[in-house]
């Protein structure tokens, strides 16, 4: 599986973004997907994860703000980021589990397939 991520870009403070995670290779409705993100100087963390029943969970620092959704018949992943903060500048990267887990892990090291990153940088 080829994760694509996208969306990302120099936004204002206030601004909303939808970043967009393409796969190629195979079709992603059975896995479980993620979103992490990179901060300057700081570990990887979860935003958000979807099962392929479209349950989610969510990093602890999301307030609400942050929405993500898939599109099975797209095999596309969505994370849509709203009254974005300066705190919010980051790499953000698609990830996947393997076809037959279901679990939604919190720990980057459980996903198998990664994307490449996209970079959201928030001014104030």
């Known amino acids: 599986v080829q994760l694509q991520a996208s969306g990302g870009g120099l936004v204002q403070a206030g601004d909303s973004l939808r970043l967009s995670c393409t796969a190629s290779?195979?079709?992603?409705?059975?896995?479980?997907m993620a979103w992490f993100r990179q901060a300057p100087g700081k570990g990887r963390e979860l935003v958000a994860a979807i099962s392929g029943t479209t349950n989610s969970i969510y990093g602890d620092f999301v307030e609400g703000r942050y929405t993500i959704s898939r599109d099975n018949a797209k095999n596309t992943l969505y994370l849509q980021i709203d009254s974005l903060k300066p705190e919010d500048t980051a790499v953000y990267f698609c990830a996947g589990r393997g076809s037959a887990v279901t679990v939604m892990a919190r720990t980057a090291r459980a996903y198998t397939y990664w994307g490449q990153g996209t970079l959201v940088t928030v001014s104030s």
């Open positions: 290779g195979r079709t992603l409705p059975s896995y479980v």
